[in-house]
């Protein structure tokens, strides 16, 4: 059973350009979350999606969009890109269901380098 | 405000021993709480969780405790390993429905044989 994978697992990117990425959820799975660790820094939670809609934003621009696909598979999109989106970026994906919280499980990451 | 805080950025353990990593969190309405491991340069591993409505939940040579009344959490590892070395990060859930977790900063664990 494949875990959260994440692709690419490294990006150099210069400032003002625009960055994909994409995540596929671990199987069973139909809600995707973004998050954004800085180096020496616990994970910032960016946005959440379910049903190809953004359910819940952390405290990010716009700048920072994404997408969800009808397979659950996601992609976060940066646009205009700043040398302090430099970062881990790390998708977690869990099941959703009726009666409480369920686990969020992490893909490896995108590690983005901006100059 | 936002805020989930560790009281140690850094624990050094002999292998064998057993470590206790702490976690002060300040949401009170927070339901559920989990603890992840991360190794260098890999995304978050899930180790245990627990819901508010609980004091005391077991896993596999861990033990996660939550103090509501002072809103604290700890995360105990029993005879610690070489292989337990990674920074630790307790979680919780915020807002109702849909998920979204606050993380801490993280306690890095160093383990010597």
């Known amino acids: 059973d494949a875990g959260v994978t994440q692709s690419p697992t490294h990006l150099i990117k210069t400032r003002g350009q625009q960055v994909t990425l994409r995540c596929s959820p671990k199987s069973g799975h139909d809600t995707v979350s973004w998050y954004q660790q800085a180096l020496g820094q616990g994970p910032q939670f960016i946005f959440q999606y379910y049903e190809e809609e953004e359910r819940q934003r952390g405290n990010f621009p716009d700048r920072f969009s994404g997408h969800q696909f009808p397979n659950y598979s996601s992609e976060l999109n940066v646009n205009a890109l700043l040398l302090g989106d430099s970062a881990l970026y790390l998708c977690?994906?869990?099941?959703?269901?009726?009666?409480?919280?369920?686990?969020?499980?992490f893909g490896p990451g995108t590690r983005l380098l901006v100059l | 405000g936002e805020s989930v805080g560790l009281h140690l950025p850094t624990l050094s353990v002999q292998e064998g021993d057993n470590s206790i990593i702490n976690c002060a969190y300040s949401?009170?309405?927070?339901?559920?709480f989990i603890w992840y491991k991360q190794e260098s340069g890999k995304g978050p591993q899930f180790i245990i969780d627990i819901r508010s409505n609980m004091d005391k939940r077991q896993g596999q040579r861990v033990t996660v405790l939550l103090n509501k009344t002072v809103k604290h959490l700890s995360l105990q590892i029993a005879a610690t390993q070489p292989g337990d070395s990674a920074v630790y990060f307790c979680a919780e859930k915020r807002g109702t429905g849909f998920q979204k977790l606050v993380f801490g900063t993280g306690t890095r664990l160093l383990v010597s044989p």
């Open positions: 949401n009170s309405a927070s339901d559920y």
């Open positions: 977690a994906s869990s099941p959703v269901r009726a009666g409480g919280p369920e686990t969020q499980y």
